[in-house]
């Protein structure tokens, strides 16, 4: 052929609306992605929102869900798991709103569907209260629940101990209900299962492509992260179907919150203590703190109690890095440390982590050439 009609040949081709080019791109793309594994190691709420969340939005991925524990045995189970947020220092206060806002909305679609008894997410109103007037009296996430206001004077009489108090309707996700939920949707997405606990990441480089972290406080062994560490929290599980709002003291050591089958009190905050034994001193406490703020609940039968570590961190880890592993560089995405934030985070912040997997599965893939 000529090198003329050659170069004109090219020429057509490429300016054919690059329809062409993007049809190659897409389905080398497309069989790239089909033959990627990726693992997600963890359980909790942030593990299955996003093994979740990548499984639906990639489905020419292979996607495992790899823990030794699960519901009803994980952190995530023992949540109070209401919708509000403390804000942490390092991360940009934008990001802040769009993790708050994204896993507001998720869960509020689900409240507000047919899904909401099986999936354990109610909308729920109350009062958070403080004894002196907080600095900031209009939160970050104020403008994303519902009817966000201060509490009226009398209102506050019910409290006096307490000078200052918001009122607002939020969402409560009942993770013990939630996680099962979660697990459905990702094997009906095709996403697998797989009970095994995790000792370092170069078990798993052979297996798969790309790896995701949501351990939580397991990060400390599996990925060496000096910076995460234990939060204890004790709490009670009692039946008081008259108890109708949350209260929640604004140190967050005492909170009441009423759930579909049981009420949620508490609580501790005990910064480095890995006890997961129940503490009848911590008991007694809840029981005198929350009665004060709720004189009803002397009357209340109590149900179980409970104990877990939050998986704390000055600020969550959600990043991507790449390590070399038995040879090979291996994408690796964190998505770990919410501390007692996780379920008001776990879809946001998972929706982050999608993002840094599209990422890594961008620089994979092959480039066609024409």
């Given at each position: 052929?000529?090198?003329?009609?050659?170069?004109?040949?090219?020429?057509?081709?490429?300016?054919?609306?690059?329809?062409?080019?993007?049809?190659?791109?897409?389905?080398?793309?497309?069989?790239?992605?089909?033959?990627?594994?990726?693992?997600?190691?963890?359980?909790?709420?942030?593990?299955?929102?996003?093994?979740?969340?990548?499984?639906?939005?990639?489905?020419?991925?292979?996607?495992?869900?790899?823990?030794?524990?699960?519901?009803?045995?994980?952190?995530?189970?023992?949540?109070?798991?209401?919708?509000?947020?403390?804000?942490?220092?390092?991360?940009?206060?934008?990001?802040?709103?769009?993790?708050?806002?994204?896993?507001?909305?998720?869960?509020?679609?689900?409240?507000?569907?047919?899904?909401?008894?099986?999936?354990?997410?109610?909308?729920?109103?109350?009062?958070?209260?403080?004894?002196?007037?907080?600095?900031?009296?209009?939160?970050?996430?104020?403008?994303?629940?519902?009817?966000?206001?201060?509490?009226?004077?009398?209102?506050?009489?019910?409290?006096?101990?307490?000078?200052?108090?918001?009122?607002?309707?939020?969402?409560?996700?009942?993770?013990?209900?939630?996680?099962?939920?979660?697990?459905?949707?990702?094997?009906?997405?095709?996403?697998?299962?797989?009970?095994?606990?995790?000792?370092?990441?170069?078990?798993?480089?052979?297996?798969?492509?790309?790896?995701?972290?949501?351990?939580?406080?397991?990060?400390?062994?599996?990925?060496?992260?000096?910076?995460?560490?234990?939060?204890?929290?004790?709490?009670?599980?009692?039946?008081?179907?008259?108890?109708?709002?949350?209260?929640?003291?604004?140190?967050?050591?005492?909170?009441?919150?009423?759930?579909?089958?049981?009420?949620?009190?508490?609580g501790t905050r005990q910064e480095g203590d890995w006890r997961l034994q129940v503490d009848d001193r911590d008991t007694k406490g809840i029981l005198e703190r929350c009665?004060?703020?709720?004189?009803?609940?002397?009357?209340?039968?109590?149900?179980?109690?409970?104990?877990?570590?939050?998986?704390?961190?000055?600020?969550?880890?959600?990043?991507?890095?790449?390590?070399?592993?038995?040879?090979?560089?291996?994408?690796?995405?964190?998505?770990?440390?919410?501390?007692?934030?996780?379920?008001?985070?776990?879809?946001?912040?998972?929706?982050?982590?999608?993002?840094?997997?599209?990422?890594?599965?961008?620089?994979?893939?092959?480039?066609?050439?024409?």
């Open positions: 052929m000529h090198l003329g009609t050659s170069c004109l040949l090219f020429f057509l081709l490429w300016m054919w609306n690059g329809n062409v080019v993007k049809e190659l791109n897409y389905w080398c793309r497309a069989a790239m992605m089909k033959s990627v594994r990726v693992v997600v190691v963890g359980a909790g709420v942030i593990g299955f929102s996003t093994a979740v969340c990548i499984v639906e939005a990639l489905p020419f991925c292979s996607v495992t869900l790899m823990a030794d524990k699960f519901s009803p045995d994980t952190t995530s189970d023992g949540a109070a798991g209401i919708l509000f947020a403390a804000q942490f220092p390092d991360i940009p206060l934008q990001r802040q709103k769009h993790w708050f806002k994204d896993s507001f909305d998720h869960l509020l679609a689900i409240a507000q569907s047919q899904c909401a008894p099986e999936a354990g997410v109610m909308l729920s109103s109350g009062w958070q209260i403080f004894k002196e007037v907080p600095a900031v009296k209009k939160p970050f996430w104020s403008e994303f629940v519902i009817g966000f206001r201060l509490m009226t004077d009398v209102e506050r009489k019910r409290f006096p101990d307490h000078k200052f108090g918001q009122a607002f309707t939020t969402l409560k996700c009942e993770c013990s209900t939630y996680l099962p939920w979660l697990e459905k949707r990702f094997r009906k997405a095709g996403g697998q299962v797989e009970q095994r606990k995790v000792n370092n990441l170069q078990e798993l480089s052979n297996n798969f492509d790309i790896i995701v972290n949501c351990s939580g406080l397991g990060s400390k062994v599996l990925v060496g992260d000096t910076q995460v560490y234990p939060v204890r929290g004790q709490v009670l599980k009692v039946e008081a179907p008259w108890v109708q709002h949350f209260i929640r003291d604004g140190d967050g050591t005492t909170y009441i919150y009423p759930g579909i089958r049981s009420v949620t009190i508490g009665s004060r703020l709720e004189p009803s609940l002397n009357k209340a039968k109590i149900l179980n109690e409970w104990v877990g570590l939050r998986p704390s961190r000055k600020n969550p880890r959600v990043e991507r890095e790449v390590v070399e592993l038995q040879g090979r560089l291996v994408p690796v995405v964190h998505n770990y440390g919410h501390g007692g934030w996780g379920v008001t985070l776990a879809w946001g912040t998972a929706l982050d982590t999608l993002g840094l997997v599209k990422q890594s599965l961008h620089e994979m893939a092959p480039q066609p050439k024409l």
